[in-house]
C-alpha cells in the first residue's frame, strides 16, 4: 500500500496514475474543504483516482495523518504549496516545512518502510553567472533563493532528519516541471503566460523536465534499494527564450519580443501585481518569478542516470508539444480560462 501525499496536486496526481498503472494499491489524502473540481483533477482521467482509496486531510492534520498511514508500507510526499506571492506566504511556509515534519514523525510513528520526499531545485539554490550544480552543492543563503525555496529547504531537513532515526528513502529534487496541469497554478502558468501571448522574454537559463518523466522516476525510486541519497531531475538546461519561442510555435501565438531587463523587469512585475488587484486574478509575474528568470543554473542529472542506467528523459519538444495539444483542448472545453 502507498500513500500519496498532495495527490490531487500538479505532480501528485500523475504519481497516481503512474503507481495505478503499474498495479499499486493506492491510498491518497485530499482536502475535504475543496471543491470536486480540485478534488478530482481534470487533467487526469477519472478512471485512474476511483482505484484509490481517498483520505480526507491534509499534512497539517496529524490526526488524519496517523489514520491514513494505519498499514502502509511506503509514503510519496508530494504535498507543497508552490507560490511567489507574499500573502500566501505563511501557508506555503506551513504546508511546506511543518507538513513535511508531520509526514516524516507520522511515518516514523507507523513503522513505515519507505519515503520519497518531493523536493525541488530550489532546495539547492540557484546560481546568477551560469554555475554547473550537482547535489553536492551546499544551502547558502542569497538573493536568488525565494521564499518558495527556503520553504522547501526547511522541508528537505526534516526529510534528512528522518533518516537519521530510521527511515529508509529518497529525496528527489526536480528542476521547473512541465506539462498538461492547471495554468493558473506553479510551472503550469508558464504556458497560460504564452498563450496570452505575454510579451516579455529573458536569457535566463535553467533545467526542465516533463511531469510523467518526474512521476516515472519517483516510482522507479520507490522500488530501488537506494537510500538516503538526493537526486536532481532535469532532463535538458535551456534558457527561457528557447522555452517561451518553443511553447509559442506549439500554441501558434506570437513569441514574445522584449527582452526583460532588470529595468523592465521591475516595471513588468508591478504592472502584474496592480492588474491582479483589479481583476482579482494571479498577477502572470511577480518580483521572485521575474529574479528566476534572470539567473543562469545548470543543473546536472549524471548522479541519477549514473544510478538509473536505463532511464532516458523525455525530449522537452515533444514535452511541450504534447501539453500545448492537451491545453488547446481544455480551453476548448472550457476545462480551462
Given at each position: 500500500?502507498i500513500?500519496?501525499?498532495?495527490?490531487?496536486?500538479?505532480?501528485?496526481a500523475y504519481?497516481?496514475k503512474?503507481l495505478?498503472?503499474?498495479g499499486y494499491?493506492?491510498?491518497a489524502?485530499?482536502?475535504?474543504n475543496?471543491?470536486?473540481?480540485?478534488?478530482?483533477?481534470f487533467?487526469i482521467s477519472?478512471?485512474f483516482?476511483?482505484?484509490?482509496?481517498?483520505?480526507?486531510?491534509?499534512?497539517l492534520?496529524?490526526?488524519?495523518?496517523?489514520?491514513a498511514?494505519k498499514?502502509?508500507d511506503?509514503?510519496i510526499h508530494?504535498a507543497?504549496v508552490?507560490s511567489?506571492?507574499?500573502?500566501?506566504?505563511?501557508?506555503?511556509?506551513?504546508?511546506?516545512?511543518d507538513?513535511t515534519?508531520?509526514?516524516?514523525n507520522?511515518?516514523?510513528?507507523?513503522?513505515v518502510?519507505r519515503?520519497?520526499?518531493?523536493?525541488s531545485i530550489?532546495a539547492?539554490?540557484?546560481?546568477?553567472?551560469?554555475?554547473?550544480?550537482?547535489?553536492?552543492?551546499?544551502?547558502?543563503e542569497?538573493?536568488?533563493n525565494?521564499?518558495?525555496?527556503i520553504?522547501?529547504?526547511?522541508?528537505?531537513?526534516?526529510?534528512?532528519?528522518?533518516?537519521?532515526?530510521?527511515?529508509?528513502?529518497v529525496i528527489?529534487?526536480p528542476s521547473?516541471?512541465l506539462?498538461?496541469?492547471?495554468?493558473?497554478?506553479?510551472?503550469?502558468?508558464i504556458f497560460?503566460?504564452?498563450?496570452k501571448?505575454?510579451?516579455?522574454y529573458?536569457k535566463g537559463?535553467?533545467?526542465f523536465i516533463?511531469?510523467?518523466d518526474?512521476?516515472?522516476?519517483?516510482?522507479?525510486?520507490l522500488?530501488s534499494?537506494?537510500?538516503?541519497e538526493?537526486y536532481?531531475?532535469?532532463?535538458?538546461?535551456?534558457d527561457?527564450?528557447?522555452?517561451?519561442?518553443?511553447?509559442a510555435?506549439?500554441?501558434?501565438?506570437?513569441?514574445?519580443t522584449?527582452e526583460?531587463?532588470v529595468?523592465l523587469s521591475?516595471?513588468a512585475?508591478?504592472?502584474e501585481i496592480?492588474?491582479?488587484?483589479?481583476?482579482?486574478?494571479?498577477?502572470?509575474?511577480t518580483?521572485?518569478?521575474?529574479?528566476?528568470?534572470?539567473?543562469?543554473?545548470?543543473?546536472?542529472?549524471?548522479?541519477?542516470?549514473?544510478?538509473?542506467?536505463?532511464?532516458?528523459f523525455t525530449?522537452?519538444e515533444?514535452?511541450?508539444?504534447?501539453?500545448?495539444?492537451?491545453?488547446?483542448n481544455?480551453?476548448r472545453?472550457l476545462?480551462l480560462?
Amino acid at each position: 500500500m502507498i500513500l500519496v501525499t498532495g495527490g490531487t496536486g500538479f505532480i501528485g496526481a500523475y504519481i497516481i496514475k503512474e503507481l495505478v498503472e503499474k498495479g499499486y494499491p493506492v491510498r491518497a489524502i485530499r482536502r475535504s474543504n475543496k471543491p470536486d473540481s480540485y478534488r478530482v483533477p481534470f487533467f487526469i482521467s477519472p478512471d485512474f483516482f476511483k482505484k484509490v482509496e481517498w483520505v480526507d486531510g491534509d499534512v497539517l492534520d496529524v490526526m488524519a495523518l496517523d489514520d491514513a498511514m494505519k498499514g502502509v508500507d511506503a509514503v510519496i510526499h508530494s504535498a507543497a504549496v508552490i507560490s511567489f506571492l507574499k500573502k500566501e506566504r505563511k501557508n506555503m511556509y506551513s504546508v511546506n516545512a511543518d507538513g513535511t515534519a508531520n509526514v516524516v514523525n507520522m511515518a516514523i510513528e507507523n513503522n513505515v518502510k519507505r519515503i520519497i520526499h518531493i523536493s525541488s531545485i530550489s532546495a539547492i539554490g540557484r546560481t546568477a553567472n551560469g554555475d554547473h550544480v550537482t547535489e553536492e552543492k551546499k544551502w547558502e543563503e542569497s538573493k536568488l533563493n525565494t521564499h518558495y525555496g527556503i520553504s522547501k529547504h526547511k522541508a528537505e531537513m526534516e526529510a534528512w532528519r528522518g533518516f537519521g532515526e530510521g527511515l529508509n528513502g529518497v529525496i528527489i529534487n526536480p528542476s521547473t516541471v512541465l506539462g498538461f496541469g492547471d495554468w493558473n497554478n506553479g510551472s503550469c502558468a508558464i504556458f497560460k503566460n504564452v498563450y496570452k501571448e505575454f510579451g516579455f522574454y529573458t536569457k535566463g537559463v535553467n533545467g526542465f523536465i516533463d511531469v510523467e518523466d518526474v512521476a516515472r522516476l519517483a516510482v522507479i525510486l520507490l522500488e530501488s534499494n537506494i537510500t538516503e541519497e538526493r537526486y536532481i531531475l532535469s532532463a535538458e538546461n535551456r534558457d527561457f527564450q528557447w522555452l517561451l519561442n518553443t511553447i509559442a510555435d506549439g500554441f501558434g501565438k506570437k513569441r514574445p519580443t522584449k527582452e526583460a531587463s532588470v529595468f523592465l523587469s521591475s516595471i513588468a512585475w508591478r504592472l502584474e501585481i496592480i492588474k491582479s488587484m483589479m481583476t482579482g486574478h494571479k498577477p502572470l509575474i511577480t518580483k521572485e518569478s521575474a529574479k528566476i528568470a534572470r539567473s543562469k543554473t545548470y543543473w546536472q542529472n549524471d548522479k541519477l542516470l549514473a544510478s538509473l542506467p536505463g532511464f532516458s528523459f523525455t525530449p522537452l519538444e515533444e514535452s511541450i508539444r504534447k501539453a500545448c495539444s492537451n491545453y488547446e483542448n481544455a480551453v476548448r472545453n472550457l476545462q480551462l480560462k
